[in-house]
T-cell receptor, first 111, second 110 residues
Framework: KNEVEQSPQNLTAQEGEFITINCSYSVGISALHWLQQHPGGGIVSLFMLSSGKKKHGRLIATINIQEKHSSLHITASHPRDSAVYICAVIYSGAGSYQLTFGKGTKLSVIP | DGGITQSPKYLFRKEGQNVTLSCEQNLNHDAMYWYRQDPGQGLRLIYYSQIVNDFQKGDIAEGYSVSREKKESFPLTVTSAQKNPTAFYLC?????????FGSGTRLTVV
């Protein structure tokens, strides 16, 4: 079964720190998503990427297709960044746009 | 604003009762999905629909049913056959451009 692995599972940071969350997957993909889930449960899509790098505000997402690896970086972290960050991929040849999800990384940013 | 509306946010039901979770979108997306989330696990696909009047089983469809009579609506029924229905349920829709998720329904069966 195709897997999506995220690390770390839990991450605690001091406000202002630079944060990196990693995601690796097992076979070829057509796209990778980074998602944010707040304590209330709703999910927001942060990035969708298939190559290279994307930046939005203090968030940066990169992907290395050859190494089957993606990273999500948060610069100048803030307590409001505290959430679960989820990596999800669409495997090449998957029906529709079906996502396979990682288990998430729980980030806590302390003031 | 376009988006997905899931209702209710919290739902309590007695064991043995069927319950229907609502999902409505005004994004004009063709594809819609239902996912289940349990503590410590990734989201798992229950059912998906790529077009009106058509839907497909996902990885954990047993004990669930869906309908897609309108493009905007994709309700999920949790039947009494679902052995462990207490969970967080998320609805989503998509185009080639990306996904939009609802805010979820937390179902507790007592």
């Amino acid at each position: 079964k195709n897997e999506v692995e995220q690390s770390p599972q839990n991450l605690t940071a001091q406000e202002g720190e630079f944060i990196t969350i990693n995601c690796s997957y097992s076979v070829g993909i057509s796209a990778l998503h980074w998602l944010q889930q707040h304590p209330g449960g709703g999910i927001v899509s942060l990035f969708m990427l298939s190559s290279g790098k994307k930046k939005h505000g203090r968030l940066i997402a990169t992907i290395n297709i050859q190494e089957k690896h993606s990273s999500l970086h948060i610069t100048a972290s803030h307590p409001r960044d505290s959430a679960v960050y989820i990596c999800a991929v669409i495997y090449s040849g998957a029906g529709s746009y079906q996502l396979t999800f990682g288990k998430g990384t729980k980030l806590s940013v302390i003031p | 604003d376009g988006g997905i509306t899931q209702s209710p946010k919290y739902l309590f039901r007695k064991e043995g009762q069927n319950v229907t979770l609502s999902c409505e979108q005004n994004l004009n997306h063709d594809a819609m999905y239902w996912y289940r989330q349990d503590p410590g696990q990734g989201l798992r696909l229950i059912y998906y629909s790529q077009i009106v009047n058509d839907f497909q089983k996902g990885d954990i469809a047993e004990g669930y049913s869906v309908s897609r009579e309108k493009k905007e609506s994709f309700p999920l029924t949790v039947t009494s056959a679902q052995k462990n229905p207490t969970a967080f349920y998320l609805c989503a829709s998509s185009t080639f451009n990306g996904y939009t998720f609802g805010s979820g329904t937390r179902l507790t069966v007592v």
